[in-house]
């Protein structure tokens, strides 16, 4: 999860750069050298460091990649966002950050959680804070670097803005040794990635490679607790995910989630998913979506998964008749099933597969990103989220994906094998179509 994480840290960056680069290309601004003194501020616990070149990025990568490409969807996408732009001023540029200097992303520990931020060089500090004031987002800045830092739902935000000012406030002397994130336009980018107590596999290796016809990655992790492989899997379909390690953060959020309707479910150590939609019924409280998924799940102590949807207060809110072995709301059905005191299943089937895991799988995450955007049932619903810029970015992407394959599996005790696909049809740019998800979905909502 951190690692996904990172990724999307650096992929909002990356967006907020293509923007910018269509509107000073469009405008006719000059490029200028600036100074870098934003890693003086990198805190000393930091990891996971990424640097982005903001200059080169704008000045040299991005005229590369959107010019000579000539893809047309991509140039008439960049048009209708300068054109919308100029309708209404462009709030995205009014942050006070000066794009033609490095970009530092950045992970570090607070009370035991990671935190994710971002260390910026700034031209105008009242518009970087009139911004994230208005974003409502931790933020700190010493006159000439801010820092950003992405909220934790388990550490109280006053914690965040104290470390966000310690941060700003605090220069370290020797520069540290930061990874490129251009590199990765390029084709290679090498991550040496540290993780922390509360994960099985905690440290991460790995190199991300960007060719014409996909992303692969490839890397090896170190094991430093006992993981159990003999829980079994779902027979994979649809999109699947299985995992063997679940860190507490997890546990924690869904928790805090089921604490309105007074139930503690214990740790999760074992968790494997199949999903192959949503489908969309009447309801009495409206429209509802109900997940077509198999899951299986395996807890740390007895938990009882009849028990939990006999919650008084959770078939009020969700308001589900309970039957011998499902729930129904008006006539679709869940099936449940208690497999072992400390295993159940939740599903549209009634008879899941369960396969052993042979391949000595610690995650898996592989399959059809297509039944993320599949509705079911819809109608009126399904025309509504087609208006959404995520929705519909989300499904234009996974129409060209034809292999999605992730996989962490034990080598030996101490050691872990890592690999992963992300292919695309015959002629599809992998790069264009990543910057045309991420334009649609974050930058024109």
Known sequence: MQIRQTLALFSSVFVLLVALWALFFTTEL??????????????????KVVRIDGNKLINKTLFSVLLEANDQEMMNLIKKIIAERKEKKPEFINDGIDVHSDVILFEEII?????QGMLV???????????????????????????ILFKNESIDPKVLQKSANEIVNTQRDTKPKISDADEL????????????????????????????DGIFLNGSGRVTKKI??????????????????????????????????????????????????????????????????????????????????????????????????????????????????????????????LIKNQSKTIF???GDLSVLTHVEGGGMMTAILEMI???????????????????LTLEKEDKAKFLGELSFKEGISPLNEIMKFLLVSQITN
């Open 389 to 407: 810029p995520v929705y519909s970015a989300t499904k234009h992407l996974s129409n060209n994906i034809t292999t999605l394959n992730v996989e």
């Open 30 to 47: 000059f490029q200028v050298e600036k100074s870098n003194a934003n890693w003086q501020y990198l805190p000393l616990n930091a990891s």
């Open 121 to 147: 060089n700034l031209f105008n500090t009242k518009k970087f804070d009139a911004y994230f004031n208005q974003k409502e987002i931790i933020h700190a800045n010493n006159g000439l670097v801010g820092v």
């Open 185 to 212: 336009l390029n084709g290679t980018l090498n991550f040496n990635t540290t993780k922390y107590q509360e994960y099985s596999v905690n440290r991460l290796d790995f190199t991300i490679k960007m060719l014409k």
């Open 228 to 353: 159990n492989l003999n829980a079994p899997m779902l027979a994979p379909k649809g999109l699947h995910v299985s995992s063997a390690a679940v860190p507490s953060w997890l546990n924690d959020t869904l928790n805090n989630k089921l604490t309105e309707f007074e139930i503690k479910l214990p740790d999760i150590k074992n968790v494997s998913l199949n999903l192959m939609g949503t489908k969309v019924i009447n309801h009495s409280t409206g429209f509802i979506a109900i997940p077509q998924m198999e899951l299986y799940i395996r807890t740390a102590s007895n938990f009882s998964v009849r028990a939990f949807f006999q919650n008084t207060l959770l078939k009020e809110k969700l308001d589900y008749e309970l039957g011998t072995n499902y729930i129904s709301f008006q006539n679709e059905k869940v099936y449940f099933k208690q497999l072992s005191p400390t295993s159940f299943y939740i599903g549209k089937s009634e008879k899941p597969v």
């Open 111 to 115: 009370q035991e959680k990671a935190v």
């Open 364 to 366: 898996n995450l592989k």
